[in-house]
């Protein structure tokens, strides 16, 4: 069974530029969760989608969003990068995003804002 | 909100040695503890979960008790590894849905 798949795996980006990364969640998973790891502020979640909707968002700001296609499959965007936005974006998935199912990440997509 | 703190933040070990990190947490109702361990370049990998109707958990070398009167929970790593060398996330969540607070990492090193 494949597990998350996040795409690009690596990329720069300058400031003011806008990026979307994409990820597809293993078969069968219908909530996909975003996270953003850094060195200085470690893994913070940014949001969850589920059936389309989203239904759970951490304290970033509105430049960072996210949508669901009917497959699960989900793309998150950020515009106007800033270089603190510079991160390691994770993608988790879950079988029904219940409140105490297993998450699994991805290798993420690692965004570099120059 | 969630707050999870994790100790130590580097751990070195010889090669069959015991490791144990350490994690609080301050939402009693938490309920869901996952641990995950992250090697360079990759993504986190989970390696052991805990609910809160729970204990202990075992599997295989790797072991986690949870004290949900005290707030925290252990990781136990016996005989390590040289491969058992990566940072380590313990997890607090269950309450919010899938927004799950991290700790900050603990830095293991198995030295040969």
């Known amino acids: 069974k494949a597990g998350v798949t996040q795409t690009p795996r690596y990329l720069i980006k300058t400031r003011g530029q806008q990026v979307t990364l994409s990820c597809s969640p293993i078969?069968?998973?219908?909530?996909v969760s975003w996270y953003q790891q850094t060195p200085g502020q470690g893994l913070q979640f940014l949001f969850e989608?589920?059936?389309?909707?989203?239904?759970n968002k951490g304290n970033f700001p509105g430049r960072f969003s996210g949508r669901q296609f009917s497959n699960s499959r989900s793309e998150m965007n950020v515009s106007t990068l800033e270089l603190g936005d510079s991160a390691l974006y994770l993608c988790?998935?879950?079988?029904?995003?219940?409140?105490?199912?297993?998450?699994?990440f991805g290798e993420g997509s690692w965004l570099t804002v120059v | 909100g969630e707050n999870v703190e994790q100790h130590p933040s580097t751990l070195s070990v010889q090669e069959g040695d015991s490791a144990v990190i350490k994690c609080t947490y301050s939402?009693?109702?938490?309920?869901?503890f996952p641990w995950y361990k992250q090697e360079l370049g990759k993504g986190p990998q989970l390696i052991i979960d805990?609910?809160?109707?729970?204990g202990e958990k075992k599997d295989q070398r790797i072991a986690v008790t949870l004290n949900k009167t005290a707030k925290h929970f252990s990781l136990h790593i016996t005989e390590t590894q040289p491969e058992d060398s990566a940072v380590y996330f313990c997890?607090?969540?269950?309450?919010?849905?899938?927004?799950?607070?991290f700790g900050p990492g603990t830095r293991l090193s198995v030295l040969p």
């Open positions: 988790a998935s879950s079988l029904e995003g219940q409140a105490v199912d297993t998450i699994y």
């Open positions: 078969s069968g998973h219908r909530s």
């Open positions: 989608y589920f059936s389309e909707t989203q239904r």
């Open positions: 939402d009693s109702a938490s309920n869901y």
């Open positions: 805990i609910r809160s109707n729970v």
């Open positions: 997890a607090a969540g269950g309450n919010y849905g899938q927004n799950f607070v």
